[in-house]
């Protein structure tokens, strides 16, 4: 059986069922919904009286707001992303250069080599005794 048949047979099911669901009475307990009466219930008709003409008109106004609210995500979506910052600095394919950083009298050729090639170097300060 494939997907479609499928899915259209638990449709068709749900739909026997919600039929003969509505066959009976329901009440209103509180601020919920129930087949079985409890003290104080209220019964509360549920029987659809609308027309075949009134359920399509319903059906076509339903699917046109669903349209509507795709096309409302796009416009927002496109908003978006032209309300978005530019995030490329440069537009060379050069990396821009950093400013040079300060060379220590401690470090070493290579440190000083590995110190310059980077963007940030954090630097402990050492304590003095006093």
């Known amino acids: ?23 009976g009475t329901v009440y209103r ?7 079985a009466p409890c003290i ?7 029987d659809d009286s609308r027309d075949a003409a009134q359920r399509a008109e319903a059906r076509s106004v339903a699917m046109r ?13 496109e908003r978006e992303l032209a309300a978005r910052p ?3 600095a440069s537009l060379s394919a050069k990396p821009v250069a950093s400013a040079p950083t300060r060379k220590t009298a401690h ?4 440190e000083r080599r590995e110190i310059d090639g980077r963007d940030f170097v954090a630097v402990v300060p050492t304590s003095t005794k006093k």
């Open 107 to 110: 470090a070493t050729k290579k």
């Open 65 to 77: 707001e669903r349209q509507l609210a795709a096309e409302l995500v796009r416009d927002r979506h």
């Open 29 to 35: 307990c509180g601020n919920s919904y129930s087949t």
């Open 40 to 46: 104080g219930a209220t019964a509360v008709d549920v």
């Open 86 to 88: 530019a995030t490329a």
């Open 1 to 23: 059986m494939s997907a479609r048949m499928r899915i259209a047979a638990l449709a068709l099911g749900l739909a026997a069922l919600a039929a003969a669901a509505s066959a």
